[in-house]
């Protein structure tokens, strides 16, 4: 469910600022939406299709559930903005996969619901929903929209890339060295959220907490929504605060299971003890907050091209590369195609520009 912030459909790509896109598209909503009258309770149109308060609403407590310290009005309005912007992304896609006739089906629905069940017990769930401010029937509704975006991803996107021999080769052979393991070494990659200003940290949302609360309240949101599904690699590109991983989808490379004996032993227990695909709870460090994942546990050793595991290494490095580019691309074709009306957008400049 691209647009539900719960989990935002795939964390939609974004190629500026907030402050500037927002910007634009008050600008042209106010040039398109000239003479009309606000429908109660709507927050933007797209293609005519309405997003309503509410829902931002709802997703907002989801993702904020404590007003933080010190926070104004101006910083809550800002975050509403955002999951406005993720909610009108996700459900231009959505329209997308009805016209390609990609809807998931109940079944397709039923399973997903089921495997997001699993870790809990029926009154936990129970909790769960209520602390996400939803129903069940709502949270059916979100599954549905969250699952036809990926199938119309699969078709527009995934299926059509093709990773050749040669890609495979000149990939190994550029970076020969890190296949080479001298010790056991653990793949990772990381989430990072710092509380000190930084003008150097870039990521798609171009977002940066300023502060400890700010930071603590983004990490908890950051989890939220890899507990309801949400891509690693994704929210990693949109949010993450680090430099170098951040790019990458916050892969951290292979890191040497001796480099963690200069993190705390708890960490290093942590680490070890988790398996291939799972993801830590959140990790405080001198830094601020961190969530780790585990992406595979390698024994020592030069790996050959030959190996089976290199190959899918990297073919799987080369398609993920290749899909957040066209993913990226495919979410700025489709907001050119579609009618968008932001109202919430246009209120609030018009408020501000009256003060």
Known sequence: MESFRLKSLTGSPA??????????????????SCGRSVPPGVAATVNGRPIYYSEIDSTYKSQFPAQGEGENEDQVELRRIEILGSLIDAEIMFQRAEKASLVATDDQVQARLTEMKTPYTTEEFDKQLKDWALTLDKLKEHIRKEESVKKLFVKEISSKINISEADVTAFYNANRASFNLPEPQVHMAQILVTSTPDANVRNLKNDKAKNANEALLKIRMLETR????????????????????????????FIAVS?????????????????????SQIIPSQDGYRILKVISNEPSGQRELGDPRVQQTIRETLLSRKDQLLKSAYYGIARNEAKVVDYMAISIFSGEQKK
């Open 15 to 32: 190629s500026m600022s907030v402050p500037v896109a927002c910007l634009l598209v008050c600008c042209v909503s106010l040039l398109s």
């Open 226 to 253: 890899l507990k309801q599904g949400e891509d690693f690699a994704m929210i990693a590109q949109n949010y993450s605060e680090d430099p170098q991983s951040t790019p990458n989808g916050g892969d951290l490379g």
């Open 259 to 279: 480099a963690l004996d200069k993190s705390s032993p708890e960490l290093k227990k942590l680490v070890l003890g988790m398996h291939p695909g799972s993801i």
